[in-house]
């Protein structure tokens, strides 16, 4: 018999999700963030990161393979001796997770340790800072303090390319770029090389970004281990307006953010939904070379979530409740340009 829907519990939220759901996505239906850095909807599962780990509990089962009910007339769960990573777990009838345990959030933080142990603290000059998510899941989850008592290791940043540059000092190895690498060149050439302390991204790198998509491996690495050298050192992220803009681009969709200053677009990127993943890839062409207003269709503001540093004074926010409505026409001409300072 195939269900159509499988019910679960999630932090004591009833989920009706569809089969082979993992439990990322499904806890997303029920409103909860289940914090991650390898995990990309995009991409296949790694399960590199140990972020996501939480407790799954499935229900105890009788001889007649029913469920086996409490004094209380609930099901009995019996949860697992170890945590369970989210993204490669999918959801099954009865399942119970829980993601805010003192076991998983005793996890994290050590997750983020290990993460933080060789990552440098340059977040003052890294073009990542306020789109970051190890800067913002190391501030939910980390500890103030490391115990890590040897030497970072250590690299020199590398251009690959006219567009991208690579430092591998801040790289957590979460095998986004791999996978991205993957899945736009026809042949391998994109890797870790070495184990441990030692492990890098290949230099084979290099044979990657002579492809027409390669500036997508910039947007989905979660920190600021590849940047966009068009944009490097220009203008912190918050200073600027993320507008949605589109083009007609025989390569791809041709729908970007640009993020502006006034009339000058400083970047483009790919568009990413509200749980900062991109959406669809975006061709070199569009992300680099297109960097005049006369370029695009400015559509709009892009939404972005309160919290975020920017959103600071002057953006419509996504899914708040106190959202702040932008004032139409306060600074634009264009029809889009619709913000409110
Ligand atoms: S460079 Fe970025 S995307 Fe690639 S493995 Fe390192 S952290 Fe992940």
């Known amino acids: 018999m195939s269900l159509e829907t499988v019910n679960l519990m999630i932090d004591g939220r009833a989920v009706q999700a569809a089969p082979g759901t993992n439990l990322i996505e499904a806890a997303r239906l029920a409103g909860i ?17 140990r972020m996501c780990l939480v407790e799954v509990g ?27 990573i989210a993204c490669n777990t999918t959801v099954s009838e009865g399942m119970v997770v829980l993601t ?5 959030i005793k ?41 890590f008592e040897e030497g970072r290791r250590e690299f020199d940043p590398i251009d690959i390319g006219p567009f991208i540059k690579l430092h591998m000092n801040r790289c957590i190895l979460c095998y986004r770029c791999v996978f991205t690498a993957n899945q736009i060149t026809n042949q391998r050439v994109h890797g870790v090389l070495y184990r441990n302390d030692a492990a890098e991204i290949s230099t084979y790198i290099q044979n990657a970004v002579e ?35 589109s083009r007609e681009c025989p390569k791809c969709s041709g729908k970007v953010t640009a993020w502006m200053f006034g009339n000058a677009i ?9 749980y900062n993943e991109l959406e669809e890839f975006i061709c070199n062409e569009c992300r680099f070379e297109k960097k005049d207003l006369s370029d695009w269709t400015i559509e709009g503001p892009k939404q972005v979530k309160r919290q975020s540093v920017i959103s600071a004074n002057h953006y419509e926010n996504v899914e708040e409740p106190n959202v702040i409505k932008p004032i139409e026409g306060v600074m634009g001409k264009d029809e889009g340009d619709k913000v409110t300072k």
């Open 211 to 245: 492809n027409d998509f390669s500036g997508n491996m910039i947007d989905v690495c979660p920190v600021g281990a590849l940047t966009d050298r068009t944009f490097r050192f220009k203008s912190r992220v918050w200073f600027l307006k993320p507008m949605n803009a």
């Open 33 to 49: 963030e289940i914090p991650h850095f390898c995990y990309h909807p995009q991409l296949p599962i790694a399960g590199n990161c």
């Open 58 to 84: 499935l229900p105890k089962l009788g001889p007649d393979r029913k469920p086996v009910l409490g004094a209380d007339g609930r099901p009995l769960v019996n949860f697992g001796p170890k945590l369970t």
């Open 107 to 147: 996890a994290r933080r050590g997750v983020m340790e290990f993460l933080l142990i060789n990552h440098p603290l340059d977040c003052p000059v890294c073009d990542q800072a306020g789109e970051c998510d190890l800067q913002d899941l190391s501030f939910q989850h980390g500890l103030v303090e490391t115990r």
């Open 266 to 274: 400083y970047r483009i990127t790919g568009r990413k939904d509200k």
């Open 100 to 104: 805010r345990t003192p076991r998983v």
